[in-house]
């Protein structure tokens, strides 16, 4: 089973950028597609953005297109979330999220096997 391990996050104004790491252990990360899930404060979690096993393809929610790249790196086993112009309603827990081997993106977070702790964006006004 694949171990995941996010960092990168922290508090930031609103217009600036951070960028999230995940780092898989135990398993077999090349052949996993990725997705970052993120759960604010009093709201239900959602999606944030996903990447195929070869990093080929991505897909947004609606809300972070053009402010926000997932990438990945199989050499390193580290899928990445680079978030620029953030605003304060990024603030969230974010996490990544690992999909059983062979398997396409997805949004649905309960098709989703391993589950990093988490990592804290705080975006003030």
């Known amino acids: 089973q694949v171990q995941l391990l996010e960092s990168g996050g922290g508090l930031v104004q609103a217009g600036g950028s951070l960028r999230l790491s995940c780092a898989a252990s135990?398993?077999?990360?090349?052949?996993?597609?990725m997705g970052w899930f993120r759960r604010a404060p009093g709201k239900e979690r959602e999606f944030v953005a996903s990447?195929?096993?070869?990093?080929?393809?991505?897909y947004y929610t609606d809300s972070v297109k053009g402010r926000f790249t997932i990438s990945r790196d199989n050499a390193k086993n580290t899928v990445y979330l680079q978030m620029n112009s953030l605003k304060p309603e990024d603030t969230a827990v974010y996490y990544c999220?690992?999909?059983?081997?062979?398997?396409?993106?997805?949004?649905?977070?309960?098709?989703?096997?391993?589950w990093g702790q988490g990592t804290q964006v705080t975006v003030s006004p």
């Open positions: 999220a690992a999909r059983p081997s062979n398997l396409g993106m997805d949004t649905r977070g309960a098709l989703y096997g391993a």
């Open positions: 135990g398993g077999t990360f090349s052949s996993r597609s």
């Open positions: 990447i195929s096993w070869s990093g080929g393809s991505t």
